[in-house]
């Protein structure tokens, strides 16, 4: 496609569900990134994928986050047994390359827990 | 850690005046400067980035940044706003350190009144 697609726009879930967010990056594009914005905490890394190369999860906030990236494009970011601090939009972002090309977002997931 | 500063949060300007947002970050190593900007309801898009070169850059709607080594600043500017500028624009950094993931600002809030 044209841009980052991610999906759900929205999502709304309980206290202790786990919830999964689809990111569909840049076609072309090998390196894919997930970020978190929420008030108070502005935007922060959480996970970076290159290629076949092991992810570098330095970002996650804890084991209840994990990623994957199937195929070296669709990725998905699963939330185990979400907590309300977990309430916030969640980005992705690809790249041509990592260090020498800019990050394109996508519209992001907004992402809350009652 | 590396971090980066934005000193205004919130800059209100009438239309026609001009605009200058700080941005300091702390590494000292080579940088990859960026800023976005997330209009309401959209997602966060590239405004212009520094990567080497001239260190006057200048990006999409007029605007453009002077990266200044010595003082560690990548400020954006724009001569003569509208407000259609009005949005959340934000500082960013990739570094040789750390390549893949940009670092965030907190972002700036500017309101052009018509």
């Known amino acids: 496609g044209a841009g980052v697609s991610q999906s759900p726009s929205n999502k709304v879930t309980e206290k202790g569900k786990d919830v999964e967010l689809r990111c569909d990056p840049i076609?072309?594009?090998?390196?894919l990134y997930w970020y978190r914005q929420s008030l108070g905490q502005g935007l922060e890394f959480l996970i970076y994928f290159q290629g076949n190369s092991a992810p570098d999860k330095s970002g996650l906030p804890s084991d209840r986050f994990s990623a994957e990236r199937t195929g070296g494009s669709v990725s998905t970011l699963t939330i185990q047994r979400t907590q309300q601090e977990d309430s916030a939009v969640y980005l992705c972002?690809?790249?041509?390359?990592?260090?020498?090309?800019?990050?394109?977002f996508g519209d992001g997931t907004r992402l809350s827990i009652l | 850690a590396q971090s980066v500063s934005q000193h205004n949060h919130h800059v209100i300007l009438s239309e026609a005046a001009s605009l200058e947002l700080g941005c300091n970050y702390s590494y000292g190593g080579t940088v990859n400067l960026f800023w976005y900007v997330q209009y309401p309801g959209q997602h966060l898009q590239l405004l212009l980035k520094y990567f080497s070169g001239d260190p006057l850059v200048k990006g999409i709607k007029g605007f453009e940044a002077e990266f200044i080594k010595s003082k560690f600043s990548f400020n954006l500017r724009k001569p003569s706003v509208q407000w259609s500028d009005t949005a959340e624009y934000f500082c960013a950094v990739t570094h040789s350190g750390s390549a893949r993931q940009l670092t965030f600002g907190s972002g700036t809030q500017l309101t052009v009144l018509p």
């Open positions: 972002a690809s790249s041509a390359r990592d260090w020498n090309q800019p990050q394109h």
């Open positions: 076609s072309g594009h090998t390196a």
